[in-house]
T-cell receptor, first 112, second 111 residues
Framework: NAGVTQTPKFQVLKTGQSMTLQCAQDMNHEYMSWYRQDPGMGLRLIHYSVGAGITDQGEVPNGYNVSRSTTEDFPLRLLSAAPSQTSVYFC???????????FGEGSRLTVL | EDKVVQSPLSLVVHEGDTVTLNCSYEVTNFRSLLWYKQEKKAPTFLFMLTSSGIEKKSGRLSSILDKKELFSILNITATQTGDSAVYLCAGSKAAGNKLTFGGGTRVLVKP
């Protein structure tokens, strides 16, 4: 089973560039979310979606956009990358409320 | 604003030692407290605690929740080098699936 698939795994950007982190899940989960992880700060919620066509902001949404056109896909867009967005990004999904988030393997982004 | 705080930030133990990790939370409309283990990549689920005072166990790991004092502990007994990881706790709300994570405790188990 593929589970949650994120691409790319690594990316280096220059300040001001834009890019999209892709996330796809094959578990038919309604809930999907994006987190960023910085040293000593745990995981912070960027955006989340409770189903196709529905998205909402998390704790740190500024500088990021999301959309949810299908149940499977939840891309995260950086509109104009800044060095403060250097981080490891995790996409996660959850089916119903089991407490268990299924995470992708992470995408390490460096903004120069 | 919801907040989850973990302590200690890090610790180093030797194989066979017992480890106790702490997690305190302030989450409005709190539902559950969750523990995850993160080794090199993505976090993996350990426990979900919803009721106060009921211990959950999985092998050498156990956890308990105190909803009056707003904290949870995770115990690891007879530690092994494979227990070396960052342990994350997270609080969830009664409505929706949003989790608020703590900063994690890094555990290093030396042979």
């Amino acid at each position: 089973n593929a589970g949650v698939t994120q691409t790319p795994k690594f990316q280096v950007l220059k300040t001001g560039q834009s890019m999209t982190l892709q996330c796809a899940q094959d578990m038919n989960h309604e809930y999907m979310s994006w987190y960023r992880q910085d040293p000593g700060m745990g995981l912070r919620l960027i955006h989340y979606s409770v189903g196709a066509g529905i998205t909402d902001q998390g704790e740190v949404p500024n500088g990021y956009n999301v959309s949810r056109s299908t149940t499977e896909d939840f891309p995260l867009r950086l509109l104009s990358a800044a060095p403060s967005q250097t981080s490891v990004y995790f996409c996660a999904s959850q089916g119903g409320y089991t407490g268990e988030l299924f995470f992708g393997e992470g995408s390490r982004l460096t903004v120069l | 604003e919801d907040k989850v705080v973990q302590s200690p930030l890090s610790l180093v133990v030797h194989e066979g030692d017992t480890v106790t990790l702490n997690c305190s939370y302030e989450v409005t409309n709190f539902r559950s407290l969750l523990w995850y283990k993160q080794e090199k990549k993505a976090p993996t689920f350990l426990f979900m605690l919803t009721s106060s005072g009921i211990e959950k166990k999985s092998g050498r790991l156990s956890s308990i929740l105190d909803k009056k004092e707003l904290f949870s502990i995770l115990n690891i007994t007879a530690t092994q080098t494979g227990d070396s990881a960052v342990y994350l706790c997270a609080g969830s709300k009664a409505a929706g699936n949003k989790l608020t994570f703590g900063g994690g405790t890094r555990v290093l188990v030396k042979p």
